[in-house]
């Protein structure tokens, strides 16, 4: 039987701040949370603080996934840019946030430029 529940974080120490990321189910592209729905850019996603608040995200993605919208949501430990954008600590999930590293023209970094 599979977990439903992702093993523990690559991250070691403070997992807070966090942000969820996911897989969008039809298009496989990594998405966000946001207020009300879920977006491509990650500067948009909501931000946990707090535990309490962290919880609340893991269940509103766990909701989306038994809905079928995303696939494999899980709280990723960030620190904040200069900007005030999340940033992942841990390299695999900066580089789902950038998107394709060998191409920088294509995806979120064309899109959305760089991330910090």
Do not use: C
């Amino acid at each position: 039987m599979a977990k439903d529940t992702r093993a523990g974080s690559k991250v070691r120490g403070d997992k807070l701040p966090a942000i969820l990321m996911a897989s969008h189910l039809l298009d496989g592209d990594t998405v966000f949370l946001i207020k009300g729905g879920w977006t491509r850019d990650s500067r948009e996603a909501r931000i946990a603080h707090d535990q309490e608040t962290a919880d609340a995200m893991e269940a509103e993605g766990k909701a989306a996934a038994a809905a079928n919208l995303v696939i494999d949501p899980y709280l990723v430990p960030v620190e904040l840019s200069e900007t005030g954008h999340p940033v992942a600590k841990h390299f695999r999930d900066v580089m789902r946030q950038k998107g394709p590293s060998i191409h920088p023209d294509m995806g979120k970094q064309a899109d959305f430029g760089p991330i910090a």
